[in-house]
C-alpha cells in the first residue's frame, strides 16, 4: 500500500502547508486538533506536536457516532493521563460540540488568569483548527459557525485575509484549518486510514484491503456484523478471511457468469459498510495497544 504515500502530499507541498501552520500558529492561543475516534493514532499528524511547540492544544475525537462508546472513553482517559485534554463529538450531529468552549477554557485557564491579573478584563482567546483531510475540520467549522453567527470584524494588526468567527464568550476562530498529512510511512497506518476512506480507493486493491479489514473484524465480532450477514459467531474463529469475503458476497447475491462470487462488489459493499457504521460502532485502534 506504499502507492498512498505518493497520492496527496508532496515533500515540497509538505514544506509549503508546515509553513501556512507555523504563520497561522502566531495569531492563535492555542490548537484544536481533530482526530478521528476510530483510529486515533493513524489519523494524527507525527510532526504536530513539533509544530505547535507549547501551545496549549485540545484533541476532538470526531466521528465518535461511529467509534465504540468504551473505546472512545478509554482514549479520552489515555490523553488525560498524558495530560491532554480530549472530548468526544461529531460533526455531522454536532454532538458534543458545547464542550468545546470549556475545554478550551480549561487548557488556557493559566493564561487567561495571567491577563486578567494584567488588568484585562474579558481576554480573547484565539484557535486554530488542525487535522488531515477528511477528517471533519470543515465539518467542524461550519457547525460552530453556524451555531454562533457571529463574523469578527476586520481589526488592525490581523492579518489581512484571515476570518475569525466569535464562537463562544471571548474565543475565536479562525476560519481556515491547517491540513495535515499522515503518517503514511506505516504500512498499518495507512490499512487503518483506507478502512475509514481517508485516503482514496482508486490506488488500492480493494480486495486486499477488505481482506484485513476481516481479519480485524473477525477477532473482534461486532454483533452488527453477525447479524448484518447472518453469521454464526463461532465460523469466525477458524475462516480464511478472502473465503469470508466470498461467504458475504454469496449472502448478497453477488454473482458473475458461472456462478462465481464477486469479491470485488462485495470488498466494496463491506468496505462502504463499515465506513457507514453499518457493521456496528468499530473503533480499530486501542490506547496501549488493547
Ligand atoms: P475535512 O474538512 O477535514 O476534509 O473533512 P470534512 O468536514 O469535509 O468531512 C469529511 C467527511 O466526514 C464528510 O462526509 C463529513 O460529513 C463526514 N463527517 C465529519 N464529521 C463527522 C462525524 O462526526 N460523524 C460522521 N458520521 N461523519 C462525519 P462526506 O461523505 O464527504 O460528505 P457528506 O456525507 O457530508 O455529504
Known amino acids: 500500500m506504499s502507492e498512498m504515500q505518493t497520492i496527496q502530499w508532496f515533500p515540497g507541498h509538505m514544506t509549503k502547508t508546515k509553513r501556512q501552520i507555523q504563520s497561522s500558529l502566531k495569531l492563535v492561543d492555542a490548537v484544536a486538533e481533530i482526530i478521528d475516534a476510530r483510529i486515533p493514532i493513524s489519523s494524527r499528524n507525527p510532526e504536530l506536536a513539533k509544530l505547535i511547540q507549547n ?11 461511529m467509534a465504540n462508546q468504551t473505546a ?5 482517559d489515555y490523553f488525560k493521563k498524558q495530560g491532554i485534554t480530549a472530548i468526544a463529538v461529531d460533526c455531522k450531529s ?5 464542550q468545546f468552549p470549556s475545554a478550551v477554557n480549561a487548557v488556557m485557564s493559566k493564561k487567561i ?8 478584563v474579558n481576554p480573547t482567546i484565539r484557535i486554530m483548527i488542525v487535522g488531515i483531510p477528511n477528517v471533519g475540520k470543515s465539518s467542524f467549522i461550519n457547525k460552530m459557525v453556524k451555531k454562533n453567527r ?5 481589526r488592525p494588526g490581523v492579518t489581512r485575509g484571515n476570518q475569525w468567527y466569535t464562537i463562544a464568550k471571548g474565543l475565536e476562530m479562525l476560519d481556515t484549518p491547517g491540513v495535515l498529512w499522515p503518517k503514511f ?6 490499512e487503518h486510514l483506507a478502512f475509514t476512506g481517508a485516503v482514496k480507493d482508486q490506488i488500492l486493491d480493494i480486495e486486499l484491503l477488505s481482506v484485513r479489514l476481516l481479519d480485524f473484524i473477525k477477532k473482534l465480532k461486532p454483533a452488527d456484523f453477525i447479524a448484518r450477514f447472518k453469521l454464526e459467531e463461532t465460523d469466525l474463529d477458524n475462516i480464511d478471511s478472502y473465503e469470508l469475503l466470498q461467504i458475504i458476497g454469496k ?12 469479491t470485488e462488489r462485495a470488498a466494496i459493499m463491506l468496505l462502504d459498510e463499515f465506513r457507514s457504521a453499518k457493521l456496528g460502532r468499530i473503533t480499530v485502534e486501542m490506547p496501549y495497544g488493547e
Do not use: F, Q, Y
Not at 150 to 154: L, R, S
Not at 251 to 262: N, T
Open 55 to 65: 501551545k496549549p492544544r485540545v484533541i476532538l475525537l470526531n466521528k465518535c457516532d
Open 72 to 76: 472512545t472513553k478509554m482514549w479520552i
Open 94 to 98: 454536532g454532538r458534543g460540540l458545547n
Open 113 to 120: 488568569a495571567k491577563l486578567k491579573e494584567k488588568g484585562m
Open 150 to 154: 457571529a463574523k469578527v470584524e476586520d
Open 185 to 190: 510511512d506505516d504500512k498499518l497506518v495507512g
Open 251 to 262: 449472502k448478497r447475491g453477488m454473482l458473475i457468469s458461472g456462478g462465481e462470487i464477486d
